[in-house]
């Protein structure tokens, strides 16, 4: 499985951005992806997650309630709407997939098997 992400950039504080991450591969569909995300100096940690089907999503607690994942089935592309952003949500922003076919959306980061490249999200106050 391939990832690519895009729809990082530069947003004052309060903007919105939306991440894409775009999967190929044979048996994509079939694989729950997530959002992680690593400042400088700072351990990677997860951000958002969705199962295979869309129907089981997970977010951190400094995200909920601003950030929505989702997933196009058709496209094997999944969504990081991102809303309401903080100076704390700069970050390169991975997406990872992982979870064939589980019910529940995963959380931590070595339950993925694929990771994409990063996009820089800076977000300034």
């Known amino acids: 499985v391939q990832l690519q992400a895009c729809g990082g950039g530069l947003v004052q504080a309060g903007g919105s951005l939306r991440l894409s991450c775009a999967a190929s591969g044979r048996t994509s569909s079939t694989y729950g992806m997530g959002w992680f995300r690593q400042a400088p100096g700072k351990e990677r940690e997860f951000v958002s997650a969705i199962n295979w089907s869309g129907g089981s999503t997970a977010y951190a607690d400094s995200v909920k309630g601003r950030f929505t994942i989702s997933r196009h089935t058709g496209k094997n592309t999944v969504y990081l709407q991102m809303n309401s952003l903080k100076p704390e949500d700069t970050a390169v922003y991975y997406c990872?997939?992982?979870?064939?076919?589980?019910?529940?959306?995963?959380?931590?980061?070595?339950?993925?098997?694929?990771w994409g490249q990063g996009t820089q999200v800076t977000v300034s106050s």
């Open positions: 990872a997939a992982g979870g064939i076919l589980e019910a529940e959306a995963a959380s931590r980061d070595y339950e993925y098997d694929y």
